[in-house]
Every structure is written in C-alpha cells, then in structure tokens.
C-alpha cells in the first residue's frame, strides 16, 4: 500500500518505486487499476497472472525482501489471518497459493470507470467532453496515432513496445529482453493503460518524463532513436493547439475518485 495508494490510481508518484529500507528500485510503480484485465504483468511482462506476480514483490531484495516462507509463518501465526484465509478457502494451511489467490482477488476489485470518456462514449452524453477533448479524441485516434499501441477501452493493446525511452541513458534497461533473451525484445515495455493517467505522474517506466505536456512532446519527435525502436513511431508534426487538444482528451480518462476511495478501505 506504500507503493500503490489509491489516490494515485494505485501508482505512487515517484520516479521510481521505493522499497525496503529505502532501497530504490530500477522502475516506477505501475498503476493497479483496471489490472484485472492485463495478459502480462510487471514492466517487462514477466509474470502471465495476477497470481504469480503477487508473490514476487513479496521476495524482490529491492522490494519487500522477505523469504516467502517467512511471510507465511507470519501469516500463519496471526489467527485473524487464520480465520479469514479459512472463510475463503475452507479448512487448510496458509500456503503461497492461497496467498497469491488473495492478493490476486483484491487487485481484481480495482476497476477505474465513469471517466468523462466513458460518459461521452457509452452514455451518450456529448457534453461530457469539452470541445477540446473533443478535437484530441480525433487526434488520438488519428494523427497523433496514439491508438496504434492504447487501444480503447483499455487505453493498452497489452503488448510490450520500444519507443526508445531510457535509451540514451547508461546503463540501458532492456526490458523484455532481460528475460526472453529475444534481439526483438531489447527496450520493449508494456503498454500501460492510460486510464487514470493524469494521477500516475511521472510516465514511463523510469519515471523520466514528468507531465502529461512532456509525454505528448516525446512522441510528437517520435520517440527516441535506436536500433530496435517500434516501427509505428514517426515524427507527428503536431502544432501547439493540437499537442494542448491531446492532452485535454487524456485527462478525461479520470474515473471517478470516490470510487477508488472506498476500495482502498
């Protein structure tokens, strides 16, 4: 909960995330909302369920570093957590299964919706969005190609991509690849949803671009150049009026506040 709070739709605002004794990690801290829907987790997409990704921050030496049987013994010591883990499960010991299928149930509640945009798109509700947000709908799905890679309603195609971020920096982080060992992989990242979006500054995964405004300046020069740079990334030529268009429709992506609220109690 340190790391994903919920009036930063489950991200944490840093650049990037703080663990165990003040420990920095590598990335910044993902956004939890809507993850019920996501193929892959982390980043770099390592983990293929909300289930086993739950677990490894549990044991991340940057993280939690906590062996994972000695978070069960603390569990299992606890009778509260006893009784709760019996009344969902039935009789039987604390074990990392169970563990991971309860972190994993509660990070399944945490749906964002009713944002402007879903007023204006599902509701019919045309005064939902202004005329600038209007007019940066449009460009998101059309100029600014944006949709190519934040596929609606999600605002993520759920695939891992190299718009050349953190490229310029040493030591580059290669993302995917660290794990798959694929040459195609090399910088890729996982799309994140932009559902939410204006709560979860500062973007990308190294937390190196500190605004909305920044992140729309980014892909209007087309991402950053290298060898494995996704094919879809192309200079826009956006004027200022369409940059401020853009960014005006993004931050109707906002659910309602209220709602992650009383999720977090």
């Given at each position: 909960?340190?790391?994903?709070?919920?009036?930063?739709?489950?991200?944490?605002?840093?650049?990037?995330?703080?663990?165990?004794?003040?420990?920095?990690?590598?990335?910044?801290?993902?956004s939890?909302?809507?993850?019920?829907?996501?193929?892959?987790?982390?980043?770099?997409?390592?983990?293929?369920?909300?289930?086993?990704?739950?677990?490894?921050?549990?044991?991340?030496?940057?993280?939690?570093?906590?062996?994972?049987?000695?978070?069960?013994?603390?569990?299992?010591?606890?009778?509260?957590?006893?009784?709760?883990?019996?009344?969902?499960?039935?009789?039987?010991?604390?074990?990392a299964?169970?563990?991971?299928?309860?972190?994993?149930?509660?990070?399944?509640s945490?749906?964002?919706?009713?944002?402007?945009?879903?007023?204006?798109?599902?509701?019919?509700?045309?005064?939902?969005?202004?005329?600038?947000?209007?007019?940066?709908y449009?460009?998101?799905?059309?100029?600014?190609?944006?949709?190519?890679?934040?596929?609606?309603?999600?605002f993520?195609?759920?695939?891992?991509h190299?718009?050349?971020?953190?490229?310029?920096?040493?030591?580059?982080?290669?993302?995917?690849?660290?794990?798959?060992?694929?040459?195609?992989?090399?910088?890729?990242?996982?799309?994140?949803?932009?559902?939410?979006?204006?709560?979860?500054?500062?973007y990308?995964?190294?937390?190196?671009?500190?605004?909305?405004e920044e992140?729309?300046?980014f892909?209007?020069?087309?991402?950053?150049p290298?060898?494995?740079?996704?094919?879809?990334?192309?200079?826009?030529?956006?004027?200022?009026?369409?940059?401020?268009?853009?960014?005006?429709?993004?931050?109707?992506l906002?659910?309602?506040p209220?709602?992650?609220?009383?999720?977090?109690?």
């Amino acid at each position: 909960a340190s790391c994903h709070r919920p009036e930063s739709s489950f991200s944490d605002q840093r650049t990037t995330a703080l663990g165990i004794y003040g420990r920095e990690g590598r990335r910044s801290t993902p956004s939890l909302s809507n993850v019920a829907f996501a193929k892959e987790l982390f980043w770099d997409g390592r983990a293929s369920s909300l289930e086993e990704q739950a677990l490894q921050p549990l044991t991340n030496p940057r993280e939690m570093g906590e062996a994972l049987e000695g978070a069960l013994t603390y569990l299992r010591r606890e009778p509260s957590y006893q009784q709760q883990f019996e009344n969902a499960f039935g009789p039987g010991e604390i074990s990392a299964r169970r563990l991971g299928k309860a972190l994993a149930a509660y990070q399944r509640s945490l749906l964002s919706g009713n944002s402007a945009y879903d007023r204006y798109k599902f509701l019919g509700e045309k005064q939902a969005l202004s005329d600038a947000a209007r007019r940066g709908y449009a460009l998101f799905k059309g100029k600014a190609r944006c949709a190519f890679c934040h596929e609606e309603p999600l605002f993520t195609d759920g695939r891992s991509h190299n718009t050349g971020v953190g490229w310029n920096r040493s030591p580059i982080d290669l993302g995917r690849y660290e794990w798959t060992r694929r040459e195609e992989d090399k910088g890729r990242f996982k799309t994140p949803s932009l559902r939410d979006v204006v709560l979860t500054a500062p973007y990308m995964h190294n937390g190196s671009l500190g605004s909305l405004e920044e992140v729309v300046e980014f892909y209007d020069r087309g991402g950053e150049p290298n060898p494995h740079r996704d094919s879809a990334l192309r200079p826009l030529d956006l004027t200022q009026v369409e940059k401020s268009d853009l960014v005006a429709f993004l931050k109707s992506l906002t659910g309602n506040p209220a709602v992650g609220e009383g999720r977090s109690q």
